[in-house]
Nanobody, 124 residues
Framework: QVQLVESGGGLVQAGGSLRLSCAAS????????MGWFRQAPGKEREFAAA???????HYKDFVKGRFTISRDNAANTVYLQMNSLKPEDTAVYYC??????????????????WGQGTQVTVSS
């Protein structure tokens, strides 16, 4: 079993930055593909970014050029650096792990472990 704990969320003004962290425990996630999703009030959970075990990345169009996903396997942690934040980025952000790691998934069903989420609020 893998436990994921997100941190780093908060309230920030538009144009500001936040760095989210996802700390894993229970086992090493170095071979897992990892993703970040977000869910705004009244909306479906949506994919934001993902990273393979070797560090290849994929982003949803609305975060390209603003968000960067990275990982530190020694620390068993994945990060999401968010710059140039917009009010529409307001959501609960979730970290997810794919233990099968065959396809870099952009939908929830690829991922079998989830964190509890961290709130990001961007004020205008």
């Amino acid at each position: 079993q893998v436990q994921l704990v997100e941190s780093g969320g908060g309230l920030v003004q538009a144009g500001g930055s936040l760095r989210l962290s996802c700390a894993a425990s229970g086992r090493s996630i170095s071979r897992y593909y990892m993703g970040w999703f977000r869910q705004a009030p009244g909306k479906e959970r949506e994919f934001a970014a993902a990273i393979t075990s070797s560090g290849s990345t994929h982003y949803k169009d609305f975060v390209k050029g603003r968000f960067t996903i990275s990982r530190d396997n020694a620390a068993n942690t994945v990060y999401l650096q968010m710059n140039s934040l917009k009010p529409e980025d307001t959501a609960v952000y979730y970290c997810a792990a794919d233990s099968r790691s065959r396809i870099l998934g952009t939908t929830s069903h690829f991922y079998d472990y989830w964190g509890q989420g961290t709130q990001v609020t961007v004020s205008s």
